[in-house]
């Protein structure tokens, strides 16, 4: 196998180019040029992101794969363009890396974008090549495109609020991959891919952009449901009220807090990572939701209602007891 300063920055480029088999049919020029070059629809709004991951801070080389490790990347990103409502087209991706990198490691990094690029029928359509003098980095840019554009600004007093899925799966599955040694239980395995390979809810949020829902607001939780409630709530200048009981949780999740004595509602409050779809609609549009979701055979769940007293998110624990709950919980960089 050869090394990567054998290959030089541009040998690299298109080995691992090669390897990426999904090419948008719109486009003009793709990955090889300065830029890539596509044509914009007319009516259509085009919608970016841009995420980065890095090594120490989100992903230990330790606990995942390279292949895992390419599609959580690219996951995490275009579950940005999904929580607009928008369709993602096109990702330009950048890497640091460390001299000690094998080419074989970046090759079965490819090999994951190229999954998620098949299955969202996305185009990697270029992005760069640095050196990195200690820890490995990705960095993801998103182009998309979007008809309807849902932001954390407009959810009103009694809207409902929905999220998709389940929660706390990630976090514990982190929690379980830092502090146990693995086991050969499919629940340790559901908990752990789910932090390690999440999906990005493009489907479903294809789904609400489509229908004649009035989506009031919408949002993805990476840095976990109240932190993300909260951002909501400031953009709106509303409050919330969310049930204890009414928070979607996997059997896997349940069985393992219950097996292990770990307390589950911090993990679901605060645990991040799970990118699902956090939104907000009138109540008479629930009926809508539930029966458009049902056909797609998606879960989504009412947790809770947009309340008036502005910026404070509220816990109904299942004693009928009410909590503030803080917007300083959930992940932060700094």
Do not use: W
């Not at 409902?160 to 976090?171: K, R, Y």
């Not at 991959?177 to 932090?195: A, I, M, Q, V, W």
């Not at 009138?282 to 809508?288: E, F, I, L, R, V």
């Amino acid at each position: 196998m050869r090394k990567i300063k054998e290959l030089g920055e541009f040998g690299l480029i298109h080995q691992l180019s090669s390897r990426l088999k999904f090419r948008a049919p719109d486009s003009i020029l793709g990955i090889g040029d300065d830029c890539a070059v596509y044509p914009v629809k007319s009516g259509m709004k085009e919608v970016i992101s841009t995420d980065a991951l890095v090594e120490g801070v989100h992903f230990k080389l330790s606990t995942t794969t390279p292949e895992a490790l390419g599609r959580k990347a690219l996951s995490v990103s275009l579950s940005d363009i999904a929580a607009m409502g928008g369709t993602p087209k096109r990702v330009l991706v950048t890497l640091g890396i460390p001299e000690n990198f094998s080419v074989s490691f970046l090759d079965k990094l490819y090999s994951g974008f190229n999954t998620i690029c098949n299955r969202f029928k996305v185009e990697l359509a270029g992005g760069d090549t640095v050196s990195s003098p200690k820890c490995f980095f990705i960095n993801v840019s998103v182009i998309g495109e979007a008809n309807r554009v849902f932001t954390r600004q407009g959810a009103k007093p009694g809207d409902l609020i929905f999220v998709t899925g389940t929660l706390g799966d990630s976090s514990l599955g982190l929690k379980l991959l830092n502090r146990t040694k693995k086991d050969g239980s499919n629940d340790y395995k559901f908990l752990t891919e789910k932090h390690l390979d999440p999906t990005a809810r493009v489907h479903e949020a294809g789904i609400l952009a489509r229908s004649k829902i009035n989506i009031t607001s919408m949002i993805d939780i990476s840095d976990g449901l109240v932190q993300d409630l909260y951002h909501i709530c400031k953009a709106s200048k509303v409050g919330a009220r969310i049930y204890e009981d009414q928070l979607p949780r996997s059997p896997e999740f349940a069985r393992t807090c219950k097996k292990r004595s770990i307390p589950p509602l911090p993990l679901i409050l605060n645990g991040g990572e799970d990118y699902e779809l956090l939104f907000t609609l009138p109540a008479d549009g629930a009926k809508n939701l539930n029966r458009q979701f049902l056909k797609a055979e998606v879960l989504v769940t009412q947790i809770g209602e947009i309340a008036l007293k502005p910026r404070k998110v509220l816990l109904k624990m299942k004693d009928g007891a009410q909590n503030i709950l803080s917007d300083s919980e959930g992940f932060n960089h700094f």
